[in-house]
């Protein structure tokens, strides 16, 4: 692709014959210098510091050492890119949470292993001036589907020109709660009112989904289905069900259904 930065890949998997899959489907891939591959997290590690890749291909699930492990061991200003390798879904939402350029579930297809590499590249054009913050908004953003435009306005939000409110004042029979909103969990509509659930509470505020979602701050909280909002940062397990719709499960337990519509636009967190 004519004006895209060459990228430097290590592969990392346990597995000799996946290492030999990703290897023959990346030489179709302009742009894409292989520059090793690694059996093991340890190894590696060896070869990021002696060989410095742009982009690790990296598996999840090794011996010894997972890609986790790898990650957090990486940490630092010069770390190497991140797209995760793995044939188990159950943890799409840990590799969004250490901020993966993105996630490709095995067997993999070529349209989607040149789009991740695509993104790793334009990562990469810009990484002197992205911090770690902006880039989990951009994954959010790629995510959910937003247009370039929201991309934009998200990072002037996050940057001080428009500040999120803290707290939502909810009146009730002439008294005022104030929800701070880190503690929502998630919203849900009921007709012409808001539940807002939080700290095991629900509460009730008579306001639009519109209104209230432009009230929170869309790097933590977004729109899953058309009447629920969830809080990102709640989630730990995505399920799928035999009719293909998905369930988001929270750290309290709570399970929220995703709407078949949004199947697409969380398409990075499977």
Same mark, same amino acid.
């Given at each position: 692709?004519?004006?895209?930065?060459?990228?430097?890949?290590?592969?990392?998997?346990?597995?000799?014959?996946?290492?030999?899959?990703?290897?023959?489907?990346?030489?179709?891939?302009?742009?894409?210098?292989?520059?090793?591959?690694?059996?093991?997290?340890?190894?590696?590690?060896?070869?990021?510091?002696?060989?410095?890749?742009?982009?690790?291909?990296?598996?999840?699930?090794?011996?010894?050492?997972?890609?986790?492990?790898?990650?957090?061991?990486?940490?630092?200003?010069?770390?190497?890119?991140?797209?995760?390798?793995?044939?188990?879904?159950?943890?799409?939402?840990?590799?969004?949470?250490?901020?993966?350029?993105?996630?490709?579930?095995?067997?993999?297809?070529?349209?989607?292993?040149?789009?991740?590499?695509?993104?790793?590249?334009?990562?990469?054009?810009?990484?002197?001036?992205?911090?770690?913050?902006?880039? =989990?908004?951009?994954?959010?953003?790629?995510?959910?589907?937003?247009?370039?435009?929201?991309?934009?306005? =998200?990072?002037?939000?996050?940057?001080?020109?428009?500040?999120?409110?803290?707290?939502?004042?909810?009146?009730?029979?002439?008294?005022?709660?104030?929800?701070?909103?880190?503690?929502?969990?998630?919203?849900?509509?009921?007709?012409?009112?808001?539940?807002?659930?939080?700290?095991?509470?629900?509460?009730?505020?008579?306001?639009?989904?519109?209104?209230?979602?432009?009230?929170?701050?869309?790097?933590?909280?977004?729109?899953?289905?058309?009447?629920?909002?969830?809080?990102?940062?709640?989630?730990?397990?995505?399920?799928?069900?035999?009719?293909?719709?998905?369930?988001?499960?929270?750290?309290?337990?709570?399970?929220?259904?995703?709407?078949?519509?949004?199947?697409?636009?969380?398409?990075?967190?499977?």
């Amino acid at each position: 692709m004519s004006g895209m930065n060459a990228i430097n890949v290590l592969i990392v998997d346990d597995e000799s014959l996946a290492r030999r899959g990703l290897k023959l489907r990346l030489q179709n891939i302009d742009g894409v210098n292989v520059v090793g591959e690694a059996a093991s997290g340890r190894e590696a590690l060896n070869m990021v510091v002696e060989l410095a890749p742009d982009l690790l291909l990296l598996d999840i699930q090794m011996p010894g050492m997972s890609g986790f492990d790898v990650v957090s061991k990486l940490q630092g200003e010069d770390m190497p890119l991140i797209i995760f390798v793995t044939a188990f879904d159950e943890y799409a939402i840990d590799a969004f949470k250490v901020h993966a350029v993105d996630y490709l579930l095995k067997p993999i297809d070529e349209d989607r292993l040149e789009e991740a590499i695509r993104r790793a590249q334009t990562h990469l054009s810009s990484k002197d001036a992205i911090t770690d913050k902006q880039r =989990l908004l951009e994954l959010i953003i790629s995510i959910t589907g937003k247009s370039e435009s929201s991309v934009t306005q =998200l990072m002037k939000d996050h940057s001080g020109v428009k500040s999120w409110p803290e707290k939502l004042a909810i009146k009730d029979a002439g008294e005022t709660t104030l929800v701070e909103t880190r503690d929502i969990d998630w919203v849900d509509a009921a007709g012409d009112y808001m539940c807002i659930h939080a700290k095991g509470e629900t509460h009730v505020m008579r306001i639009t989904m519109k209104d209230l979602e432009a009230q929170l701050d869309p790097s933590v909280f977004q729109r899953v289905h058309r009447s629920t909002i969830v809080n990102l940062d709640r989630v730990v397990k995505v399920c799928s069900h035999m009719n293909g719709e998905f369930y988001l499960v929270l750290n309290n337990g709570a399970s929220v259904k995703m709407s078949r519509s949004y199947k697409e636009k969380v398409k990075h967190f499977f």
